[in-house]
């Protein structure tokens, strides 16, 4: 029995857990969705995740039927059929048979065997795609949260830069100041204007993006309900990869490969044995009408084509599944270090943010503030402070994002 990796009944039941948060969330405003739902709508709907689940249900219906002998043939025959001087048709030879294709020993076993190894290569591939489609989610997840928070700053600072212009042309009409610190004022408020609008418009690539990973057609209909990570997990700085490693859905994908490659060797050694093709029938002699059976046999002779071809084909796939195997696992100690490596980095530059950087630009940003409201800093030190305090929580923020994608590539890679 062929059986579904994609049931019907599930698929709409996420659907239907998803509407009803959609329902509850609609009571208090806009809709909101969780790291943990939004990897819940992406497995149910994702389309690249449909198709690997379609290719399991077709690997299986390939499975099945390499297991099955060919159909019998069905023969009739009228052989001796006197043209002259008879009865014609009835003093023919005439008789009524079948024919079985009988496939040398073993090689319907292997057939079945690679079929499964096939089957198990599907899985394999829909697992490894669930990994990728989850950490994607993830990382998606915080690529939004990060551009609408920098939004968020970035509308702050235009409302600071519009109050500082403000107060600028103020100070030029009160003749308190001289006009290119107005100019000044207002070539930063155009900047942060401009900064403003990027980071809207990659808000909205982001949003496309994430809904596409969730099998939506239209972003930003729902709010994302979660904050960025803000401390690396101990767990994931001091552990190791070994075990976690061996375990990955890659390494599962390559060594089903290979496990398929080397049965399809074997199966290409039995190439030169001939299956048998045997007959047995039954009918009449003719003009004698006496009954008859008949048996035959039939084999091709392997003198031409010895299937060598088909089996030095056979050996180099099996060194090509042995290399990739071995080159996945390098890649995964690779992958493993290049991200632990960031993630490493990541965690202690925002900890270098959040504990010095920022503190100390927010306190220069009030003495300025303080000093130039009893006149002992001028106006355009005050701009500058502004600026270097926004470029300051800025790059926070894109720490921040840094630290979220390194941590969600670490999981994706040990614990798949």
């Not at 040398?104 to 829909?126: M, R, T």
């Not at 091709?300 to 042995?322: K, M, S, T």
């Not at 500058?384 to 926070?396: I, K, L, M, S, V």
């Amino acid at each position: 029995m062929l059986v579904s990796h994609w049931g019907f009944s599930m698929k709409h039941f996420v659907w239907a857990v998803f509407l009803g948060i959609f329902c509850c969330s609609m009571s208090s405003g806009q809709p909101t969705l969780t790291r943990d739902e939004a990897v819940q709508l992406a497995l149910a709907n994702n389309p690249e995740l449909r198709a690997s689940g379609a290719r399991v249900d077709a690997a299986v219906g390939r499975a099945y039927q390499a297991k099955q002998w060919s159909n019998p043939e069905l023969e009739l025959s009228a052989e001796d059929w006197p043209v002259s001087n008879g009865r014609g048709f009835s003093d023919a030879k005439q008789t009524i048979g079948v024919v079985q294709t009988l496939p040398y020993p073993g090689k319907k076993l292997l057939d079945g065997q690679i079929g499964g190894a096939g089957v198990k290569l599907s899985e394999a591939e829909l697992a490894l795609r669930r990994t990728e489609i989850v950490r994607d989610v993830k990382a998606g997840f915080a690529r939004v949260l990060a551009a609408e928070r920098l939004v968020e700053v970035s509308a702050e600072l235009v409302a600071v830069a519009e109050s500082f212009a403000a107060v600028a042309r103020k100070r030029v009409d009160a003749g308190a100041t001289a006009y290119h610190e107005q100019l000044r004022a207002e070539v930063q408020l155009e900047q942060v204007r401009t900064d403003l609008a990027d980071f809207q418009r990659e808000l909205v690539t982001v949003q496309q993006s994430f809904a596409a990973l969730l099998g939506q057609p239209k972003p930003g209909a729902v709010k994302l309900a979660g904050v960025l990570v803000e401390t690396a997990q101990a767990e994931l700085l001091e552990g190791t990869a070994g075990a976690q490693l061996a375990t990955h859905p890659s390494l599962s994908v390559a060594q089903a490969n290979l496990e398929r490659a080397q049965l399809e060797s074997r199966r290409a050694r039995l190439e030169p044995y001939p299956d048998v093709k045997a007959g047995v029938s039954g009918g009449r002699m003719g003009e004698r009408d006496q009954s008859i059976i008949q048996l035959g046999f039939a084999l091709p002779l392997p003198i031409l084509d010895r299937g060598q071809g088909r089996q030095q084909a056979a050996r180099a796939n099996v060194n090509v599944a042995e290399a990739e195997l071995q080159a996945v696992q390098q890649q995964l100690q690779r992958e493993w270090a290049n991200a632990l490596k960031r993630y490493r980095t990541a965690a202690e530059q925002v900890a270098s943010y959040r504990e010095r950087i920022l503190p100390k630009a927010n306190a220069a940003l009030r003495l300025v503030q303080t000093g130039f409201e009893q006149g002992k800093f001028n106006f355009i030190d005050l701009v500058d402070t502004q600026r270097t305090t926004a470029e300051a929580r800025r790059a926070y923020q894109q720490k921040l994002l840094e630290l979220n994608i390194t941590q969600v590539q670490l999981e994706a890679l040990l614990q798949p």
